[in-house]
């Protein structure tokens, strides 16, 4: 059974669209992580939900705003696309904030063209 | 403000030879170190989580140590499988939060 599942896998999009990914863990951990891996591979965190309440908020633009319904789904809201929003989005559970151990989704691909 | 720089960039390596990876980092207050593997079109998968300096942790073929300033992962006779990328990540002390900081990664190829 997959642990986190992420959807879409892919998406390729133009400047100025409004998009959504959406993050399913089935682990039963408190804490879920948004996550984006440029091209050079650098991972960075954007967000952090512990039991549905925002906890890590980095300097993400605001066309950026996370939901998260219930502890096992966090998603992920883009407005306006910008060129520069292309990356790899990784979402990430842990069983908390302090965990060290996350495990990680398969990852979404966007394109913005 | 917390960094975390990984070398080299690029590895390759015959199989059987044996060799290592580093991380050097500076971080306010080390809470821990993790080690992850992240394979093409995959998510990063946890290895290791090391708290303080002289700590070791082993799996299979790969070992990771800790000192005050640097952890070294250590892949003893790699086999074509261990191909993939290595990232090194800090989490610090400081403020309450537990925001990790990544490395840019190791690349390894192991050529059967």
New interface residues.
């Given amino acids: 059974d997959t642990a986190?599942s992420q959807t879409p896998k892919y998406l390729v999009t133009q400047m100025g669209n409004d998009k959504s990914i959406k993050c399913e863990q089935n682990l039963g951990h408190d804490t879920m992580y948004w996550y984006k891996q440029d091209s050079?591979?650098?991972?960075?965190?954007m967000f952090s939900y512990n039991n549905k309440e925002l906890?890590?908020n980095?300097t993400v633009p605001n066309r950026f705003s996370p939901k998260s319904p219930d502890k096992a789904h966090l998603n992920l809201h883009i407005n306006s696309l910008e060129l520069g929003d292309s990356a790899v989005y990784?979402c990430?559970s842990s069983q908390s904030?302090?965990s060290?151990?996350?495990?990680?989704?398969?990852?979404t691909r966007l394109t913005v063209l | 403000e917390d960094q975390v720089t990984q070398s080299p960039e690029a590895l390759r390596l015959q199989e059987g030879e044996s060799s290592s990876l580093n991380c050097s980092y500076t971080v306010s207050g080390l809470r821990?170190l993790?080690w992850y593997r992240?394979d093409p079109?995959?998510?990063?998968?946890?290895l290791f989580?090391l708290y303080s300096a002289g700590e070791e942790k082993e799996k299979e073929r790969l070992k990771a140590t800790l000192t005050k300033k640097e952890s070294f992962l250590h892949i003893t006779a790699p086999k074509p499988e261990d191909s993939a990328?290595y990232?090194c990540?800090v989490?610090a002390t400081s403020g309450g939060?537990?925001?990790?900081t990544?490395g840019?990664?190791t690349?390894l190829i192991v050529h059967p």
């Fill in positions: 986190v050079k591979k650098f991972l960075k965190i906890i890590i980095e990784f990430a904030p302090e060290n151990e996350q495990f990680f989704g398969p990852g | 821990g993790f992240q079109g995959k998510g990063p998968e946890f989580t990328t990232l990540a989490q939060s537990y925001i990790p990544f840019r990664g690349s």
